[in-house]
């Protein structure tokens, strides 16, 4: 009697296994023969920035000879489509999903430029909040912070670098000042008011970066990034302090943060 029930239990087992598997398959051949319906495109407008819209990337699709609608799932390669949307020169992350019902979902995040470049031979570009550079485009114009002056770096030779990679390579980073000006364009963009404040750094020819701020005719000398926050700080304490004893911004052409614990005005 033992022996039977172990038989027994034994089988039982076995054909549940055998009908998961067979279930298994039945699902696995009923997704790989589903057809694509539709392809349904989400954009990220969060962040204020209209590089592409829902047609645009319907078309990046297309232009690759993708025939997706209409066609079975085996047909479609998720990864290869989303590593060519992700190649994009506008696009940050492409994420694709195809439903139980056959939809393709593709949700796009766009690049996000916190920075332009004007460099001193009039090439002009972007750098992004992942330290990448970034072509202008024809359709949009970012407003973002501006940086110009001292700048010689071209997008042409630096575009395949990022600000990472330019500040693990010792020669590229004592002949550059892009990551400087990008350690300065992060650190106003996370600030709404100083946001609000500067406008502009101009790198002059000592390679120190000065800020141009949104009102006013004077420039803010900063130096480097050295003790960033601290400068910050004195600055601060420039605008809701000192000048409520010294008189009108506008008296003052420069206002020099070099200095240890001190803050430097010339009159005008």
Not at 179 to 184: A, C, G, I, R, T
């Amino acid at each position: 009697m033992k022996k039977f029930k172990k038989i027994l239990f034994v089988s039982l087992w076995v054909c549940l296994i055998i009908g998961l598997f067979a279930l298994m398959s039945f699902v696995n051949n009923k997704e790989e023969n589903l057809v694509c319906k539709s392809i349904d495109v989400k954009i990220n407008l969060n962040d204020d920035v209209y590089f592409l819209d829902k047609m645009e990337v319907e078309n990046l699709i297309k232009d690759r000879g993708d025939s997706i609608v209409g066609q079975p799932r085996y047909s479609l390669s998720v990864p290869k489509l989303e590593r060519a949307l992700d190649s994009h020169e506008d696009i940050a992350k492409a994420q694709v999903n195809v439903t139980i019902d056959g939809d393709v979902k593709v949700v796009v995040k766009q690049r996000k430029p916190i920075l332009r470049i004007f460099n001193s031979s009039g090439d002009s570009y972007y750098i992004d909040e992942a330290g990448k550079l970034m072509p202008l485009s024809e359709k949009y114009t970012a407003r973002v912070l501006i940086a110009n002056g001292n700048i010689k770096e071209a997008f042409a030779t630096n575009y395949m670098y990022s600000i990472a990679d330019i500040g693990k390579d010792s020669v590229k980073a004592a002949n550059s000042c892009l990551d400087e000006l990008f350690s300065m364009a992060t650190y106003i963009n996370k600030d709404k008011f100083w946001q609000s404040q500067i406008s502009q750094i101009y790198v002059n020819s000592d390679k120190e970066m000065e800020l141009i701020p949104l009102v006013g005719n004077n420039k803010i000398i900063f130096g480097d990034t050295t003790q960033m926050k601290e400068k910050f700080n004195k600055l601060m304490t420039f605008y809701t302090q000192g000048l409520s004893t010294t008189g009108y911004w506008e008296r003052y052409s420069t206002v020099n943060l070099k200095f240890k614990n001190q803050i430097v005005c010339t009159k005008k």
